[in-house]
């Protein structure tokens, strides 16, 4: 059974705080997304990750950063977290096969910044 | 520029008729879409996928119509179930072999029993 995790599923922080958001997938796929969703937004790319320690920049990458030091974890660094940055954070992972292979998601970290 | 579009951001149907959920798209270089289907406080999941040399393409309760010329989609769910109140998004590739997708605002469907 695939399974992406992530650390918390709700997490309050302050504003100006550096916030860390991890996920681990089981599967040995190569790709791993991070999202936000927004009411009346969907979900949109923050950053992707194509191998260990590649990464591309999403739609809205301003104010996030990634790590991806082992194939199984993605992380995604809120360097000084914003309200702005209060939303649903969902990962991802993917096999790098092909452009139809399916991405399997995470539970989501619903974090709220105050 | 959202390239893959949902207008209706929510829907009401009854147990048992149908619902329809829609979804526009503005690249004619799209060659393929999949809908995916969230429940609250979870991921979305894969639901049905349709290649662009395909119109329509069934699977179970689901079947997705594929309308090229409009560049638009339509998700039909029948009979609709109190179960499959949930939100559906559409997603189509980015152009490139990248794996990314992009994805629509969202649909929230609410069956009533």
């Known amino acids: 059974d695939v399974k992406v995790t992530q650390s918390s599923r709700y997490l309050v922080k302050r504003t100006g705080e550096k916030v860390f958001l991890e996920c681990v997938q089981d599967m040995d796929h190569e790709n791993m997304f991070w999202y936000r969703q927004d009411p009346g937004l969907g979900l949109r790319l923050i950053y992707f990750s194509y191998d260990v320690k590649m990464k591309e920049k999403g739609d809205i990458p301003e104010g996030y950063s990634v790590s991806r030091e082992k194939k199984e974890r993605f992380s995604l660094i809120l360097e000084s977290a914003s309200t702005n940055q209060t939303s649903m954070y969902l990962c991802?992972?993917?096999?790098?096969?092909?452009?139809?292979?399916?991405?399997?998601f995470g539970p989501g970290t619903r974090l709220t910044v105050l | 520029d959202q390239q893959v579009k949902q207008n209706s951001p929510s829907l009401s149907v009854q147990e048992g008729r149908i619902s329809i959920l829609n979804c526009d798209y503005t690249n004619s270089m799209f060659d393929y879409f999949l809908w995916y289907k969230k429940y609250p406080a979870e991921g979305p999941t894969f639901l049905i996928s349709i290649s662009s040399i395909k119109d329509k393409n069934e699977d179970g309760r689901f079947t997705v119509f594929l309308n090229k010329s409009a560049k638009h989609l339509s998700l039909h769910i029948v009979p609709s179930q109190p179960g499959d109140s949930a939100v559906y998004f559409c997603?189509?590739?980015?152009?490139?072999?990248?794996?990314?997708?992009?994805f629509g605002q969202g649909t929230t469907l609410q069956v009533k029993p």
């Open positions: 997603a189509a590739p980015y152009s490139g072999n990248t794996g990314k997708l992009i």
């Open positions: 991802a992972s993917s096999l790098r096969s092909g452009l139809r292979d399916t991405q399997y």
